[in-house]
């Protein structure tokens, strides 16, 4: 998707999502086998239910055909990020602080590019986790991603 489509898709999703009462995880634009995908992940503090991702998919239909950013055949899916979802803005950071994460590092950092234990929080760009009782600063330019592991 070219930038300023990519820009118009983006703040489309996130006006609707948001003036529907929920939060804007992730998106995601790409072409597989059935053809091209946009995939909008949503959450809410109590949970996203199937009428969650109906009532935002409906919304959002009608704001992206009122615009019409993207030039081509597209199937739009809206779900919830799931349990292990991705941390990628400073709020998650701060909101999942205490909750087990795993972070993927595009370089090893201490000998691993895993590496699991508990989310501290943000300071200065790097992420602060808790691994044996110690606290280690990872620097976000070093991370690829950042998922919760989900508690049962």
């Known amino acids: 998707m070219a930038g ?9 999703c996130m006006n609707t999502v948001e003036n529907s009462g929920y939060e804007l995880v ?4 790409r072409k597989e086998h059935q053809g091209w995908v946009l ?32 030039p081509h055949k597209y199937v739009l899916e809206v779900s919830s990020p799931g349990l292990d979802r991705p941390l990628k ?22 000998g691993k590019k895993t590496i699991k234990g508990s989310l501290v929080g943000l300071e200065d760009n790097n992420i602060i986790v808790l ?13 690829s991603t950042v998922r919760l592991i989900p508690e049962y």
Do not use: W
């Open 4 to 12: 300023n489509v990519k820009s118009m898709v983006e703040d489309i």
């Open 39 to 70: 995939r909008v992940f949503i959450d809410h503090p109590e949970g996203i239910g199937l009428d969650d991702c109906e009532k935002v998919s409906k919304a959002l239909s009608s704001e992206l055909d009122k615009d019409d950013p993207i």
């Open 26 to 29: 992730d998106l995601e634009f």
């Open 131 to 143: 691994l044996d009782n110690e606290e280690k600063k990872i620097p976000r330019s070093q991370v």
């Open 89 to 110: 803005n400073d709020k998650d950071f701060e909101r999942f602080s205490g909750h087990r994460i795993k972070i993927k590092t595009y370089t090893p950092f201490e």
